[in-house]
């Protein structure tokens, strides 16, 4: 059984009776049937008035998808490219070739890691600099080759260390941004998770920006921003922060940060896997073939209108 987010505890104990019911050898169906139906009854309403907070939970469930269950279950023929040329191969991003529904296109994405051993090699999806040059040399030789590029979302931001500091961690990510505004290729971001401050933004500038309903988008975590304006991140202020960030995917669609939203199964994407890689090759396809359609100054013409307009109050 999936395990519960504090908010789903009711529901969570709704299932364990279901659960000994149906084991039951004299289970009353009709019991059953009314039980299933108030717990379904139940989530949906929890998940639709999610609090900001709640919504920053969903997006760091353990068993949400991550970057490579969606190259498994969205791309085909994915193609792995590693190193930066300069210093080393960052496991936080991922990038190679694959295929979507018969779209060619250059994947990049944070990949945080599912066991121990992984999320300590993966930095938790905590990327340093040599990880976003390596995205961003993987995404020149898409635009060489006049490949789409695809990118997915999720980390709380780049990795924070000294060392990451001193290879230059700031300017790649500066360097990263300012060239994804001239790449001439389409490029299509989507955060499925996580999206924290400049690591987000690294290999978040694109022609078409999407979220996962239950994802978020923010300059900086919640527990950050309790830590600056309360002096302390706890289970008081951290929902504060995230109401006062206005970081959920509605709230940033209304902006204009976000062009679409893309609607998560039930209970969010952990809770269905696999009808959320339907329907987000689904959404990828249909951008791509979009985007297509367009020639390359055309395309760094919107591009642009459209990062300049972000923000702008008549």
Known sequence: MIAPLPFEQDIHELEQALVRLEAAPDADGEVV????????????????????????????????????DYVETVFDEFVE?????????????????????????????????????????????????????????????????????????????????????????????????????????????????????????????GDRIAMLKHAYYSVISPEGCAGILWRAANEETKPLAAGALRLTAPDLEGFGVVDHVIAEPLGGAHRDPRAMANTLRTYLSRQLAQLSAHEPNSLLDQRYQKFRHMGFVA
């Open 81 to 205: 490219l590693h190193g930066d040329r300069a210093f080393g191969d960052d496991r936080a991003i991922r990038a190679g070739f694959a295929r979507v529904d018969g779209h060619k296109v250059m994947l990049v994405g944070h990949q945080k890691g599912k066991t121990l051993a992984e999320r300590q090699q993966c930095y938790y999806g905590c990327a340093h600099p040599e990880g976003y040059r390596k995205a961003l040399g993987k995404m020149k030789l898409a635009a060489k080759y006049r490949l789409p590029i695809v990118c997915l979302i999720d980390t709380p931001g780049a990795f924070p260390g000294i060392g990451a500091e001193e290879r230059g961690q700031s300017q790649l990510i500066a360097m990263s941004i300012l060239e994804m505004t001239r790449l001439p290729t389409p490029i299509v971001c989507v955060v499925i998770g996580e999206g924290g401050s400049g690591g987000a933004l690294g290999i978040g500038v």
């Open 33 to 68: 049937k009314n039980l299933r139906r108030e717990i379904l009854a139940l989530r949906k309403t929890r998940y639709e008035n999610l609090s900001a907070w709640d919504t920053v939970l969903v997006s760091r469930h353990p068993n949400r998808p991550q970057f490579l």
